[in-house]
């Protein structure tokens, strides 16, 4: 039906970049806000970016002037792009997308996360 996949995470030393992908196939009409959060061990999960369907967007006080959220709509993708990444931005992280299915429906899904390690 509908997949979201993450892509992107590895290792990466403190001050380094990644650039994560949230990709989103299957029966979508459209897409509506994509958000990016992670989790840390034994921590709750965060919200870390949010994109919404004109474009306006929205950052964890943590991130801001670090990371930048992107969508390609063409592609259904939605990126993150991660600058001076820290050690304690080292979590799983997940998007979720809200879409309108052909069928009419309108929901959310996860993806299954993608691992971000900043250590030297």
């Known amino acids: 039906q509908v997949q979201v996949v993450e892509s992107g995470g590895g290792l990466v030393q403190p001050g380094g970049s990644l650039r994560l992908s949230c990709a989103a196939s299957?029966?979508?009409?459209?897409?509506?806000?994509v958000g990016w959060y992670r989790q840390a061990p034994g921590k709750e999960r965060e919200l870390v970016a949010l994109?919404?369907?004109?474009?306006?967007?929205n950052y964890a006080d943590s991130v801001k002037g670090r990371f930048t959220i992107s969508r390609d709509n063409a592609k259904n993708t939605v990126y993150l792009q991660m600058n001076s990444l820290k050690p304690e931005d080292t979590a799983v992280y997940y998007c979720?997308?809200?879409?309108?299915?052909?069928?009419?429906?309108?929901?959310?899904?996860w993806g299954q996360g993608t691992q971000v390690t900043v250590s030297s």
């Open positions: 299957g029966s979508i009409f459209g897409i509506s806000t």
């Open positions: 994109i919404f369907s004109g474009g306006a967007t």
């Open positions: 979720n997308v809200e879409f309108r299915a052909y069928s009419g429906l309108y929901t959310s899904l």
